[in-house]
């Protein structure tokens, strides 16, 4: 039995499993490893210059001859020249994050880009559909890093009836499971960080695995939720000290200090205590490093498992 749906034809992949466009950790080498078992890679462009993102491209080209994408962050200083340069690099697939991709729509379709755009509400869904997305990526809030209000069971059957085009789930998927129970919410397929982030191909600190690997159902932690912008982390000293300051009432600018650079700090140095250890609420599901081939075969295998479960419910008795 296959797991194929329209998102696999439309990407040109054989499972609809996405690797999450992940800043400074979803790099070539995940990327490819991912495309290579038959999944969708990306590569998270973050707040990189084009040319640095240009050489990640590259690398991923020579590591699979499969598609793979980027994920383009449009806060980044960058992401204009980000995108023009992958234009040039012919780039199949484009998820976007943190801002409204409409203005390019029509420059990324004359270069027979997909442009899948990651939103965590309907209305966004909605906006962003009139713009001409190929597919919408609803993520909830159980995921990692920067999240929206509504969590991923409630979000994907709202956006699903709201929009045509495909809805990637992403947010609290770590198997075939939760795959199979986005399917079941009328998704096309899912998008999956947190487990990637300990695959052996995927490039972070071991200190970064290692805390990923150690997180129970309750590590997880809501921090900057005061200043209308919410991140979820594995709960640290910095995470600590980041809720009691906005215990205090801290300014804006006084949070975005404290979280300055804290995501490379945790990704590079592997400062488990001092660096912002971004990962969803699946964290506690992670416990071993395996190859990406490994993951999405056990994925696919577990989907199976479940959709016969799940089949053998609906028999007549
Ligand atoms: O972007 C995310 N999640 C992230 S970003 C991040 S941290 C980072 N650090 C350094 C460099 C780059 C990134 C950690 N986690 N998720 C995608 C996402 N985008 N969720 C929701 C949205 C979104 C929000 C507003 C998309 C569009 C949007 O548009 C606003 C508007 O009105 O146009």
Redesign the pocket.
Known sequence: MAIRTVLCDMLGIEYPIIQGG???VATAELAAAVSEAGGLGLI?A??APPEVVREQVRKARELTSKPFGVNV????PFAEQVLNMLVEERVPVIT?????PGKYIPKLKEAGIKVL????SVN?AK??ERAGVDALVA?GMEC?????EIATFPLVPQIVDAVKVPVVAAGGIFDGRGLVAALALGAAGVQMGTRFVCANECTVHPNYKKAILDARDRSTVVTGASTGHP?RVLNNKLARRFLEVEKRGASVAELEALGAGA?RRAVVEGDVENGSL?AGQVAAMVTREESCAEMIASIVKTAEEALSRVASFALPS
């Open positions: 992940m800043a400074w998270g973050g707040n962050y449009f806060l980044s976007t994050g943190a801002g409204n755009s990651v939103v965590s966004l906006r962003l993520e990692g890093g920067h999240i929206g991140v995501l971004m």
